[in-house]
């Protein structure tokens, strides 16, 4: 077999530098989508949380008008006035 010259080997190593350069490359731009899909997908979790917030208060401040409305109908009800009971 022969021996390899300098010049060969400089190519071999030439390529595999090139094809390393390359993945790198690659990999590098897949990080910078994948920081700012992750930078969209929190500030919608933000957002979302937000809006369940405001959804939780809601509900909760329904559900006190609708205590008061049955309340206000039951009281009626004993004191003869109004119609039926809820």
């Not at 937000?50 to 208060?57: D, I, P, S």
Request: charged share 35%.
């Amino acid at each position: 077999m022969d021996n390899p010259c300098n010049k060969d080997i400089m190519k071999t190593r030439q390529q595999k530098f090139s094809e390393i350069e390359k993945a790198l490359n690659f990999n590098g731009e897949v990080m910078e989508d994948l920081q700012i899909t992750v930078k969209a997908i929190s500030d919608e979790n933000i957002e979302l949380r937000k809006t369940q917030e405001h959804l939780k208060n809601r509900v909760a401040g329904l559900e006190k008008e609708v205590m008061k409305m049955k309340l206000g109908r039951k009281g009626l009800f004993e004191i003869g006035y109004g119609g039926t009971q809820l």
